[in-house]
């Protein structure tokens, strides 16, 4: 988790505003109805320039390490001398990716009661309370997902530097690509990077708001890995100097934030976890004392109504996808794609926010027609078909060179109803 911090405070939405093409959130109503729908057009950004600059494209070209970050890193898994890295690599890749989110304690006591009962009614061997209980234990290891938690020593902080460098460092850097877009004038004081790991966070907000940031403060609970972010900006060493000066580390650190950037991977378990956190900021449970003011989504979604990709009748997690070059180890040269899913949370009024629609699934292009997958400021998802002659010649062309990921600068007239919502299909 990163939060930043602006000149005064940490985000001030009450003085957010908006470049060229905002709709006002009124305006901004999802329903792409034939023949009405239209871009929202009120600045007149389509007359100053091309459609595929449109100002909902936030796509970013393959992202790359800066090169003090991936000098660092290969000197420092080549001085480790670790046999099998790239079994190791491979191993921990496979294991964060396929991991689930733990059993609630709750969950847990209502399988066992159901199991229990179901032994004792089909069952008169139970001759005593503790063969009942073993019965009941044993059944559920077999059916129920045993999460664990990771404890990172210096061998295993190496491994997931070789592993999850270069593809966290993409989407942290897609992250507040989103933010710097759509704030251009947003110009960040001091971070604070909850659960550091490697310090990509660090880098990355470096690599985009380095002349204005003067403190990083980055928190681990493990020793290690703090350690290890630390060689990485001294060069992979233990004595050199900071490569960015301003950063702090903590092993243990209470947080409060007024406005914070999530990022995890892009799995069903990911943006579920994202979306418990986003539910506790917005349902209040999470208040600052510092800020009274109520907490919003400034991205990715449109809206801070339930997630319509998990209450489908399919649920899918809400991912997106950024280009990076790896580190170039042996076994990782070529380019490659980071799935990632992320919120990003601030306090201070919706109707500062961006509520165009978001594009949730590559853009499909077909002749004289597009498909694009709508999350939209009503809560709903829409499989939107686009064409030039039954919508504006506008929104067919903004459409057609948007990219998974960017928001389609659509408005529609406030009194029109929403149109049919389709559960979104399989990706």
């Known amino acids: 988790m990163a939060t930043v911090r602006g000149p005064s405070c940490l985000l001030t939405l009450g003085r957010w ?3 060229v093409g905002v709709a006002p959130l009124s305006r901004a109503l999802a329903a792409l109805v034939p023949g009405v729908s239209q871009v929202d057009n009120k600045s007149g950004f389509l007359g100053k320039r091309p459609h595929r600059r449109h100002p909902g494209i936030l796509k970013l070209p393959c992202v790359r390490l800066p090169r003090a970050l991936a000098d660092a890193a290969q000197l420092l898994l080549l001085d480790s001398a670790m046999p099998n890295v790239e079994k190791q690599v491979q191993a921990l890749t496979n294991y964060l990716w396929s991991r689930h989110l733990p059993v609630e304690p709750g969950e847990l006591q209502r399988r066992a009661e159901h199991l229990e009962k179901k032994f004792l009614e089909n069952s008169d061997s139970f001759q005593t309370e503790e063969k009942l209980r ?3 234990l044993h059944a559920l290891r077999k059916t129920t997902y045993h999460w664990q938690e990771l404890s990172y020593n210096e061998g295993l902080s190496l491994v997931y530097m ?3 460098l270069d593809g966290g460092f993409a989407a942290v850097s897609r992250a507040f690509h989103e933010i710097q877009t759509q704030l251009p004038e947003f110009q960040p004081k001091t971070l604070m990077d909850f659960g550091s790991g490697t310090g990509s966070v660090t880098w990355a907000a470096h690599s985009i708001w380095g002349q204005s940031l003067r403190e990083y403060m980055c928190v681990d609970s493990s020793a290690a890995m703090l350690d290890l972010a630390e060689k990485l900006l ?3 060493s233990e004595n050199g100097k900071l490569y960015i000066p301003g950063v702090f580390f903590r092993q243990f650190l209470p947080v409060s934030p007024k406005a914070s950037i999530l990022v995890e991977n892009g799995t069903k378990a990911g943006h579920c976890l994202l979306m418990e956190a986003r539910d506790l900021v917005l349902k209040g449970k999470e208040k600052s004392p510092l800020d009274p003011r109520p907490g919003f989504v400034f991205a990715p979604c449109p809206h801070e109504l339930p997630c319509p990709q998990l209450t489908a009748s399919k649920p899918l997690a809400c991912s997106f996808s950024q280009a990076y070059h790896p580190i170039p180890f042996s ?12 919120v990003i949370l601030a306090r201070g009024s919706p109707e500062e926010a961006n509520r165009w629609p978001r594009i949730t699934q590559p853009v499909l292009k077909r002749p004289r027609h597009v498909h694009c ?3 939209c400021p009503d809560g709903h998802m829409q499989h939107a078909v686009l064409t030039a002659r039954r919508h504006c010649r506008d929104l067919y062309r903004c459409a057609r060179v948007s990219s998974w990921g960017d928001l389609l600068p659509v408005t529609t007239p406030s009194e029109l109803l929403p149109s049919t919502v389709e559960d ?4």
């Open 373 to 375: 997958h709508l999350c």
């Open 234 to 236: 001294k060069g992979g």
């Open 134 to 136: 073993g019965a009941v």
């Open 331 to 342: 076994w990782s040269k070529k380019p490659k794609e980071e799935k990632f899913s992320m």
């Open 424 to 427: 979104p299909p399989e990706s």
């Open 162 to 164: 070789a592993a999850r």
């Open 17 to 19: 505003r908006r470049g």
